[in-house]
């Protein structure tokens, strides 16, 4: 079966610090996958994706996520948080082809002033 | 960048009425539509896929006489919620895709509170 993990439930990190929030992805076939953040009350916003070409995606508001095929990850990162950044976090894969997305199940990401 | 307008935002009612959910793309044509339902610290459960003028197709364990869903133009799409009661309570999101498009716009979300 398809599936999209995040395996943190919740990433705090002290504003201007690196963050990363994690996903790994189990997706047939060349795999599309994206990162979205949802503020409170809010649908989500899409960040980056990842279709082909270069395995470092750069995406809005700073943020760019590494795919590496090997450990069949999506790993999004920033290099210095903001408080501003912290929302709930969701990794995506969608099997090229379709439409049907697979979403994780999110990482809230709180930055500390 | 595409726009995907829900409304409304927030939705209060009794036990026992339907209630419709609108999902509308502004700036494109949305060939395929998505529901969703959200609870709160969990990810999006995807009820159905709408296609224009077609039925739409439901997620296992939705009841399709539940959540009727009409999808009656390529910028329109509806989700009625009938007969709600208490356990329907919860975070609706629609999201739509153009053709050839492989990213989603989301629309801002239903809060739906069934008394």
């Known amino acids: 079966a398809q599936s999209v993990a995040q395996p943190e439930d919740q990433v705090n990190v002290a504003e201007g610090n690196p963050l990363t929030v994690k996903c790994t992805y189990s997706v047939s076939g060349n795999p599309y996958l994206f990162w979205y953040v949802q503020y409170p009350n809010r649908g989500l916003q899409f960040l980056l994706k990842?279709?082909?070409?270069?395995?470092l995606v750069k995406g809005s508001y700073g943020f760019e996520a590494e795919f590496n095929k090997s450990q069949t990850s999506f790993h999004l990162k920033k290099p210095s948080a903001l408080v501003s950044d912290s929302a709930l976090y969701f990794c995506a894969g969608l099997s090229s082809g379709t439409y049907k997305y697979i979403f994780g199940t999110g990482t809230r990401l709180k930055v500390l002033a | 960048g595409a726009v995907v307008s829900q409304h409304p935002s927030w939705v209060i009612c009794k036990s026992g009425t339907s209630v419709k959910i609108e999902c509308r793309s502004l700036d494109f044509q949305a060939t395929t539509m998505f529901w969703y339902r959200q609870f709160p610290k969990q990810s999006l459960m995807l009820m159905a896929t709408?296609?224009?003028?077609?039925?739409?197709?439901?997620e296992q364990g939705v009841e399709k006489d539940k959540f009727l869903i009409n999808h009656a133009s390529l910028t329109l799409s509806t989700l009625t919620v009938t007969s709600a009661h208490p356990e329907d309570s919860s975070f609706y999101i629609c999201?739509?895709?153009?053709?050839?498009?492989?990213?989603?716009?989301f629309g801002s979300g239903t809060q739906l509170s069934v008394l």
């Open positions: 999201s739509a895709s153009g053709t050839g498009n492989e990213k989603l716009f």
């Open positions: 709408s296609n224009e003028g077609s039925k739409a197709t439901y």
């Open positions: 990842y279709i082909t070409g270069d395995n």
